[in-house]
């Protein structure tokens, strides 16, 4: 895999809100430090999502367990990155003008990561009902 580095501006959500969501779905440990989701204006996102998606990087899958490049349609990716602080963590970017809310956008996404769908060590494990 190429590394790559990206750079956007967006709202970062905070660690007590991802924390208060996490607690509302699992009683699984929150992995403090490991998750940092931000909100971003919709052109900024779609650039994101084009120029990770050109570095081979999943970003996304559809309801069905199938890896999506993100479009016009998609409110939030989940990815695995490394951090400014050399930390290996899960990035979640919501579109600000998804059609779903924010928080629905979040537990979506963090479920993925409470299912272990999607895991540090960059394995995709979905597992659909
Ligand atoms: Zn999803």
């Known amino acids: 895999m190429v590394a790559a580095k990206f750079k956007f501006e967006g709202k970062k959500i905070s660690v007590r809100k991802l924390e208060k969501i996490w607690r509302s779905l699992t009683t699984k440990t929150f992995p403090n430090g490991k998750i940092r989701a931000f909100i971003l204006d919709n052109r900024e996102i779609e650039r994101i999502w084009r120029e990770m998606e050109g570095s081979g990087r999943i970003v996304a899958f559809d309801d069905d367990g199938n890896i ?3 479009n016009e349609n998609t409110g939030a990716t989940i990815t695995i990155v490394t951090y400014p602080n050399g930390t290996t963590g899960w990035l979640i970017l919501i579109k600000k003008n998804s059609f779903c809310s924010i928080e ?3 537990k979506h996404e963090l479920n993925h990561m409470i299912n ?3 895991m540090l060590d960059r394995s995709i494990n979905l597992k659909r009902k």
Do not use: A, R, T
């Open 68 to 70: 999506i490049p993100p």
């Open 104 to 106: 629905e956008n979040l």
């Open 116 to 118: 272990g769908e999607i």
